[in-house]
């Protein structure tokens, strides 16, 4: 019985490979997410890699149909990495399975050694006293859990976010933390940190979920663990980058437009497949879709926001140089697994209620909490007090490519893709054809 489940499970496998095989051509949310991810590949903040991708978006926009296609440019406090090494010296030798963090601090061309300080949680780390730290590098422990909803990434994200400067604050040399992750390869997650003003940037790892298993074993096991470090990437000011913006007019220019967000970088560690080439590719064939049968009253832009991953510099430039008036806003940046539930913050409950009614049929569920759009559009969102709707995609395993060397093109199922172009496609349809004020709940 055992086998004959296995067996099982190896045809499922080999089914799904199968399908992402099968480049549905002619598809433009596929044509767009295979295109950025094959033709142009990691596109790191700042990079050159990102100046090429604001190229291909541009280009590529432009070919669609789009209007008005500019690139709008703009500077950044960005993070060229290095060598990233690190392995534990004792009680045993083994080399670790680590990547920096942006804005990490910089070691030696020779790297650092420390005895490992264990902390559990970052409440732990919290609780050390002052200086207790000194010439130690802090291991900050605390496994992420999965959630359909995502939900874990905000309260479990803080060891990435705030540990490093914390360790430092109490004297630390070097951190190194678990991946912000729900997998168990040995994939190490990348991600920004922050130093505020005034705390000095130490070098600062993730290890892969093993590896950070086979620390906490150690750990618990009472036996003194050092480790070396080597995280060679810098801190870089006035690097270019830029977002790139278009639209589909509509047939009411005097009324608001409606604004798609997602961003165009990625971490270097994959090709940003699902974070987020996929969001650009589903705001965008869905743009397209919207106008089947003619375009609709309102225009619609989207917004290829550029740099979002080390701090959402891209949406906060969109917001300060776009004062003109939007309607409402709307962001893809969750990958493209299914989409399951909608969110409002709008004032206009026959609006919602249209909205609900037309993503019912496709198993779309309505949730009861607010909707706040995401880091591309949040800075136009509350600078305008604008009407957001979600559309929630299914995230028990993003968690498990978010930042990693596995966020590809294959980790995409084309049927999915399609169920979110559909779904937001339906939303399109209903407010950019209301001829009327949307506006966000009071």
Same mark, same amino acid.
């Given at each position: ?97 680590? %990547?920096?963090?942006?804005? =990490? #601090? ?8 420390? /005895?490992?300080?264990?902390? +559990?949680? $970052? ?50 040399i070097g951190v190194v933390i678990r991946s912000i992750g729900t997998d168990s390869h040995r994939n190490p997650h990348t991600g920004g940190t922050t130093f505020p003003d005034g705390v000095k940037p130490i070098p600062a ?30 801190? %870089?000011?006035?690097?270019? =980058? #830029? ?8 047939? /009411?220019?005097?009324?608001? +437009?409606? $604004? ?16 987020d080439a996929a969001g650009c590719a589903i705001i965008t064939a869905a743009a397209l879709k919207a106008q089947e049968g003619g375009a609709p009253l309102r225009t619609i832009r989207v917004l290829w926001a550029g740099s ?10 969109y917001a300060e140089k776009h004062s003109e008036p939007h309607a409402l806003a709307m962001e893809s940046d969750f990958g493209a697994s299914r989409v399951w539930r909608v969110q409002f913050n709008m004032a206009d409950k ?93």
């Amino acid at each position: 019985m055992r086998n004959h489940a296995r067996a099982l499970a190896l045809i499922a496998t080999l089914s799904v490979s199968t399908a992402y095989a099968q480049d549905p051509k002619g598809d433009v949310a596929w044509d767009l997410l295979a295109g950025l991810t094959s033709e142009v590949g990691p596109r790191m903040p700042g990079s050159e890699a990102e100046a090429r991708a604001r190229v291909w978006a541009e280009a590529r926009l432009k070919a669609l149909g789009f209007s008005n296609v500019a690139v709008e440019p703009f500077k950044i406090r960005g993070y060229v990495r290095g060598r990233d090494e690190g392995s534990l010296l004792a009680p045993i030798p083994f080399k670790l399975a680590i %990547t920096a963090l942006g804005y =990490s #601090g910089t070691t030696p061309e020779k790297g650092i050694e420390g /005895d490992v300080v264990y902390f +559990p949680t $970052l409440d732990a780390l919290k609780a050390a006293p002052a200086g207790s730290l000194s010439g130690k590098i802090a291991f900050i422990d605390h496994a992420m859990k999965r959630n359909q909803d995502g939900s874990g990434y905000g309260p479990y994200g803080q060891v990435r976010r705030a540990g490093p400067a914390i360790a430092s604050g109490k004297g630390a040399i070097g951190v190194v933390i678990r991946s912000i992750g729900t997998d168990s390869h040995r994939n190490p997650h990348t991600g920004g940190t922050t130093f505020p003003d005034g705390v000095k940037p130490i070098p600062a790892g993730a290890v892969s979920n093993p590896d950070a298993d086979l620390i906490a074993r150690i750990a618990r096991s009472g036996k003194a663990i050092r480790l070396s470090l080597t995280l060679t990437g810098k801190t %870089t000011d006035n690097l270019p =980058s #830029g977002n790139v913006i278009g639209d589909l007019p509509g047939r /009411d220019p005097s009324l608001p +437009p409606i $604004l798609l967000g997602c961003h165009l970088d990625s971490w270097d560690l994959g090709t940003g497949a699902i974070d987020d080439a996929a969001g650009c590719a589903i705001i965008t064939a869905a743009a397209l879709k919207a106008q089947e049968g003619g375009a609709p009253l309102r225009t619609i832009r989207v917004l290829w926001a550029g740099s979002e991953e080390l701090g959402g510099f891209g949406g906060k430039a969109y917001a300060e140089k776009h004062s003109e008036p939007h309607a409402l806003a709307m962001e893809s940046d969750f990958g493209a697994s299914r989409v399951w539930r909608v969110q409002f913050n709008m004032a206009d409950k026959a609006l919602t209620d249209r909205i609900a009614a037309a993503l019912s049929p496709m198993g779309i569920v309505r949730g009861s909490g607010k909707a706040d759009g995401g880091t591309d559009v949040e800075p136009v969102i509350e600078r305008q007090k604008l009407a957001v709707v979600d559309l929630n995609q299914d995230g028990t395993h993003y968690f498990d490519l978010h930042h990693t060397p596995d966020d590809t093109l294959d980790k995409v199922d084309p049927a999915e893709l399609a169920q979110n172009v559909a779904a937001w496609a339906e939303v399109l349809k209903v407010v950019a054809n209301e001829a009327g004020p949307i506006a966000a709940a009071p």
